[in-house]
């Protein structure tokens, strides 16, 4: 476990990362921890994988250096691949999705020829048959992405034997980072443990998510953020989930031909007009063969594109190519 071991130590010991690897448990930490669990030690070997952060104190220089970039390009961790000189001293670049990638290259101009797409990926989930008694919405993702727009729509829908279940909280990037962020949100959670009908959960590590998706019927969210993947979204449709969202970021990439997507609207008022539509109409033909099959499918295809069997292979061979290559 040597080279696994040097990897999780330095990603550990980095202090230049806005939120402490250990302490945090957001996609793209779950992702590199997986990505460890999931690889022989050997892969590693030779190869320095820097997570999030373009900062030149990471670079090693008898390493095959590789950064992995989940991060949009407005986020302050990614602003050096605007430098030559320090996309000069890196070896390749992983991206998440072709759309991160793509704006990458529009807003940084990232040497093409250094820059490749692994997508993200996920433990299959094996399907439990879905609860008919009622419908159960879930929002499982930060509150920023989207949470003020949901419950105002699900407030105004007021829909008998429908219930939310708000699994959201600052703390999932650690201590730190809560207790810089978390009192921002602390009325919008109060909001949730207040309103009928909506279940307030906070922070569940992710084996207690999954559990929950089994037994949910809609991931609900309306995306404000232009996210680069959505694991939320990749679990949920994994789960048998109906997912309705909106077209921002990497969401249509990572969602079609599945999920159920509105146009992003930037007026609020515009947006929950859409998103009211959009969710009732999946509510209501949940059990519908029509819905029904799609989702069958769809889990199924997920389970298979999207599982670490598959993605774990695509890691090893890039990672045996890129050593071939530096001899």
Not at 77 to 91: R, Y
Not at 94 to 116: A, D, G, R
Not at 118 to 125: L, T, V
Request: net charge positive.
């Amino acid at each position: 476990m040597e080279e696994k071991s040097r990897i999780l130590k330095k990603a550990d010991s980095d202090k230049s990362r806005p939120v402490s690897f250990k302490d945090s448990f957001g996609g793209s930490e779950s992702q590199l921890r997986l990505l460890l669990k999931y690889l022989p030690d050997e892969s590693f070997k030779d190869i320095n994988l820097i997570l999030n952060n373009t900062n030149h104190d990471l670079i090693e220089k008898d390493k095959i250096n590789v950064l992995w970039m989940h991060h949009f390009v407005n986020q302050q961790e990614a602003k050096n691949l605007g430098s030559k000189d320090f996309t000069d001293k890196l070896d390749w670049i992983v991206y998440n999705s072709n759309w991160n990638l793509k704006h990458h290259i529009n807003y940084f101009h990232v040497p093409q020829n250094k820059s490749v797409v692994i997508r993200n990926a996920i433990e299959k989930i094996n399907f439990v048959t879905k609860p008919t008694d009622k419908i159960s919405l879930i929002y499982h993702t930060t509150p920023w992405r989207g949470l003020k727009i949901l419950l105002k729509v699900f407030k105004n829908l007021n829909l008998k034997n429908v219930e939310l279940d708000v699994c959201s909280s600052t703390i999932i990037y650690g201590k730190k980072f809560d207790s810089v962020l978390g009192k921002n949100y602390e009325d919008l959670f109060n909001e949730c443990k207040n309103t009928k009908n909506v279940n307030y959960f906070g922070f569940l590590e992710n084996q207690k998510i999954i559990e929950k998706l089994k037994k949910v019927h809609i991931f609900a969210h309306p995306s404000i953020w232009p996210e680069t993947s959505c694991i939320a979204a990749i679990e949920s449709m994994a789960a048998g989930c109906e997912v309705v969202t909106t077209n921002l970021g990497a969401l249509i990439e990572t969602c079609s031909p599945y999920g159920t997507i509105i146009n992003f609207e930037k007026k609020p008022e515009d947006l929950e007009k859409k998103y009211s539509e959009a969710l009732l109409d999946s509510i209501q033909n949940f059990w519908s063969e029509k819905t029904q099959k799609k989702l069958k499918l769809q889990r199924e295809t997920i389970n298979a594109t999207y599982s670490w069997d598959v993605r774990s292979v695509e890691w090893k061979n890039f990672f045996n190519k890129i050593r071939k290559l530096r001899k």
